[in-house]
């Protein structure tokens, strides 16, 4: 019987395995009896350990299996939780940069509104410093402005008046000398009637004088001389008044106030507040006081 030898397969790398040193002694020494069994209990046991093998390959395959989907699941979780790091960062970061964008957003308005204030300030310090000489220029022209139009309306008045009172001044003139030429002509009639009175009483006193009665003659005399004191008195003080008058509308100022304008005129040498119409009134009223009081002298 020829000797085989069988070889041991190796399950796990699936190589043959070579007869060990005791089975090749066994065969060598003729132990071919139990060849059969020994093939067969080789046999069997090859099958056990084929199935131990199997089992504690499935065993294995399901453990790295495990371990494979526990190592996935452990990498799925550090996968997820970087993601999870990785997202609440980027969270994070649009938080910071929104916060950023918004303190930008602030400090951009803040800016726009203190560049506007500033320019507000600029201007406002530009009209006070730089244009208060253009505005005192301004105030000082409207005050010309005022003074002129004040100046204006004065003057026209002034001239108004002015040519008022001058042509008022002239009426009463005219009065006044129509007056005075009436009282003169009145005084005149009344002094050529106490003339005539005189005379008459005189050529009685020439008629007494002749029958004898030459003690009257003194007052004969007396009433003729206060007669001509009279008369020459009445004269130089109408005279008198008439220059006084018309030096006084001469002296009337171009520039007359308009209370003077009115009518009111201060006289040389008079008091303050003496009218044009008091002083004809006083011009027609001398001559007549003076010649009450020549009638009560020549009365005597």
């Not at 504690?56 to 495990?66: G, H």
């Not at 730089?130 to 002034?158: D, P, T, W």
């Amino acid at each position: 019987m020829p000797n085989f030898t069988v070889k041991d397969r190796n399950y796990e790398t699936y190589n043959y395995v070579g007869a060990t040193a005791k089975e090749i002694d066994d065969v060598e020494m003729g132990e071919s009896d139990n060849t059969l069994s020994s093939i067969l209990v080789r046999a069997m046991q090859r099958k056990a350990r084929r199935r131990e093998i199997d089992q504690a390959m499935k065993i294995k395959n399901l453990e790295e299996t495990k371990r494979k989907l526990e190592e996935e699941k452990r990498r799925c979780k550090d996968e997820r939780k970087k993601q999870e790091v990785k997202l609440r960062e980027m969270k994070e970061a649009h938080r910071l940069r929104l916060m950023r964008e918004e303190q930008w957003r602030e400090r951009q308005i803040k800016l726009a509104r203190q560049t506007k204030l500033a320019d507000e300030f600029q201007k406002m310090t530009l009209i006070r410093y730089y244009f208060q000489g253009f505005k005192m220029l301004v105030e000082i022209n409207r005050s010309n402005q005022r003074k002129a139009k004040y100046h204006y309306r004065q003057r026209i008045m002034q001239k108004a008046f002015s040519k008022l009172v001058i042509n008022k001044e002239q009426e009463q003139l005219w009065k006044n000398r129509m007056a005075s030429g009436f009282h003169n002509v009145t005084l005149l009639n009344k002094f050529f009637f106490i003339w005539k009175e005189v005379d008459q009483f005189k050529r009685d006193v020439s008629s007494e004088k002749t029958d004898g009665y030459s003690s009257s003659t003194p007052r004969a005399e007396s009433s003729k001389a206060v007669f001509v004191v009279m008369e020459v008195d009445v004269t130089r003080f109408a005279d008198a008044e008439t220059n006084r008058r018309k030096q006084s509308l001469v002296s009337l100022p171009e520039n007359a106030s308009p209370s003077r304008a009115e009518g009111v005129a201060r006289i040389p040498g008079g008091e303050e507040g003496t009218t044009t119409e008091g002083l004809g009134r006083d011009a027609s009223e001398g001559p007549r006081q003076r010649h009450s009081a020549g009638l009560l002298s020549t009365n005597l």
